[in-house]
T-cell receptor, first 113, second 114 residues
């Protein structure tokens, strides 16, 4: 049973527009959420995270929103650039590193020039 | 240079042979992880270790074995019992403690079993 879901396997966006990647989770004990970006044949790169005590975290063009009541988070990329084309993984974990990090299946983002 | 090293980047083996994938880190991280990625799928946890000389099975440990004799090293052996070993293997590390769940990944090893 998937605890972290990314229901859109792929997404295409025009350069300069906003990209919105969605993620849903089922375990209410998750306390910490992360987004990773992955290019083909490379390891994932940490992008941005958010703790459950916040509902928004911003880092440059990347913003993550968390709606705990809906068990939903989203990653916004504004403006989208061709170099953002990659697979994005949503991940979630409990309060400490002793809890496993659970990854979603990923969403492949294509930013069209 | 600080980081996580996985070698080799590409590995080919004949069916029925055991193969060991290397993962070395100099980040002084306590926790280390092995994941497997298959086309169109997310990352699936094989084994993880929070401390030297201790490790736990992940979600798909069957057909794999690990050791953690040193903090810096967490090699993964893909045994002949693993039914579908061809995949992209990723090693990751993390600090240990509250809100240090951010995992840092190595470049990965692509294993192809012929």
């Amino acid at each position: 049973d998937q605890q972290v879901k990314q229901n859109s396997p792929s997404l295409s966006v025009q350069e300069g527009r906003i990209s919105i990647l969605n993620c849903d989770y089922t375990n209410s004990m998750f306390d910490y959420f992360l987004w990773y970006k992955k290019y083909p044949a490379e390891g994932p790169t940490f992008l941005i995270s958010i703790s459950s005590i916040k509902d928004k975290n911003e880092d440059g063009r990347f913003t993550v929103f968390l709606n705990k009541s809906a068990k939903h988070l989203s990653l916004h990329i504004v403006p989208s650039q061709p170099g953002d084309s990659a697979v994005y993984f949503c991940a979630a974990s409990g309060q400490t590193s002793y809890d496993k990090v659970i990854f979603g299946p990923g969403t492949s983002l294509s930013v069209i020039p | 240079d600080g980081g996580i090293t996985q070698s080799p980047k590409y590995l080919f083996r004949k069916e029925g042979q055991n193969v060991t994938l290397s993962c070395e880190q100099n980040l002084n991280h306590d926790a280390m992880y092995w994941y497997r990625q298959d086309p169109g799928q997310g990352l699936r946890l094989i084994y993880y270790s929070q401390i030297v000389n201790d490790f736990q099975k992940g979600d798909i440990a069957e057909g794999y074995s690990v050791s953690r004799e040193k903090k810096e090293s967490f090699p993964l052996t893909v045994t002949s019992a693993q039914k579908n070993p061809t995949a992209f293997y990723l090693c990751a590390t993390a600090g240990v403690g509250i809100n240090t769940d951010t995992q840092y990944f190595g470049p990965g090893t692509r294993l192809t079993v012929l």
